[in-house]
């Protein structure tokens, strides 16, 4: 699987977007960008994923550009809730495996 | 729905014992994986075992072993436990298509 770059913390004022930006510069064509978060000391928790088009559902929006190198998880309206540890995480899709290979991720600090 | 059940939530062992961890997967889901987190590494990916295979391993020794049983339920086992085991131990469920169910973990200490 394509390795992926990560800040190491930001911080986001409540109410206000918060954008973490993923650079995978070495994707495949066949791979999937996959986000996950976890609050401190829980499992990890599925965010969002998509292969090169924009996707959006109730927690977040996934924005991938057209190269497919980086993208951006956009939470609109973060709320202290959100304050976690969010991995960007690149994998094959279709049905075989799932592991998945977790960098240090970005430490999200929500601010009230 | 149920989520994914991981027993015991906390365990504490002495170096040299065996542990035994188990791991219920959200129902219908055939394709359930183990991690491993620790503060050094950070999660590790353990194995997966699928329609009670195991379908890929990660980079541990031979003392990590797992088995999945008919019904999907899924226990890994530690042999000769070191401190360096100590850690929370993550299982995950999925269908393997989209998204991965975590459960809350077991966290083992070894003393």
């Known amino acids: 699987d394509a390795k992926t770059t990560q800040p190491t913390s930001m911080d986001c004022a409540e109410g206000r977007a918060a954008n973490l930006p993923c650079n995978h510069s070495t994707i495949s064509g066949n791979e999937y960008v996959y986000w996950y978060r976890q609050i401190h000391s829980q499992g990890p928790q599925y965010i969002i994923h998509g292969l090169k088009n924009n996707e959006t559902n109730e927690m977040a929006s996934l924005i991938i550009t057209e190269d497919r190198k980086s993208s951006t998880l956009i939470l609109p309206h973060a709320t202290l809730r959100d304050t976690a540890v969010y991995y960007c995480i690149v994998r094959v899709g279709g049905a075989g495996s799932y592991q998945l290979t977790f960098g240090k991720g970005t430490k999200l600090s929500v601010i009230p | 729905k149920a989520g994914v059940t991981q027993t015991p939530r906390y365990l504490i062992k002495t170096r040299g014992q065996q542990v035994t961890l188990s791991c219920s997967p959200i129902s219908g889901h055939r394709s359930v994986s183990w991690y491993q987190q620790t503060p050094g590494q950070g999660l590790q990916f353990l194995f997966e075992y699928f329609s009670e295979t195991q379908r890929n391993k990660g980079n541990f020794p031979g003392r990590f072993s797992g088995r999945q049983f008919s019904n999907s339920r899924s226990e890994m086992n530690v042999s000769t436990l070191e401190l360096g085991d100590s850690a929370l131990y993550l299982c995950?469920?999925?269908?393997?298509?989209?998204?991965?169910?975590f459960g809350q973990g077991t966290r083992l200490t070894v003393v």
């Open positions: 995950a469920s999925t269908t393997g298509l989209d998204e991965a169910f």
